[in-house]
C-alpha cells in the first residue's frame, strides 16, 4: 500500500481515485494489457483539478 500511495503521489494522483478507477476497470480489462492500468498510464484521467487562484492574494 505504501508503495501504491508514493507512485500516485510521484503522479500527482490521488490514490483513492486511482484505486476506484482500476477496480472499476480491471475486470474487464484484458489481462495481456494489464499495464495500461499502471499509475503512470491513467494518470491524465485521474489528476486533481488545479484549484482555482484565490483572488484575494
Known amino acids: 500500500?505504501?508503495?501504491l500511495i508514493g507512485t500516485?503521489?510521484?503522479n500527482d494522483i490521488d490514490p483513492?481515485?486511482?484505486l476506484d478507477?482500476?477496480?472499476?476497470?480491471?475486470?474487464?480489462?484484458?489481462?495481456n494489457r494489464i499495464d495500461e492500468l499502471l499509475p503512470w498510464r491513467v494518470a491524465?484521467?485521474?489528476h486533481k483539478?488545479?484549484?482555482?487562484?484565490?483572488?484575494?492574494t
Open 21 to 31: 478507477y482500476v477496480l472499476i476497470h480491471v475486470a474487464e480489462h484484458k489481462i
Open 49 to 56: 483539478p488545479a484549484s482555482p487562484p484565490n483572488p484575494g
Open 16 to 18: 483513492r481515485a486511482y
Open 1 to 3: 500500500m505504501y508503495s
Open 8 to 10: 500516485c503521489t510521484l
Open 44 to 46: 491524465d484521467k485521474l
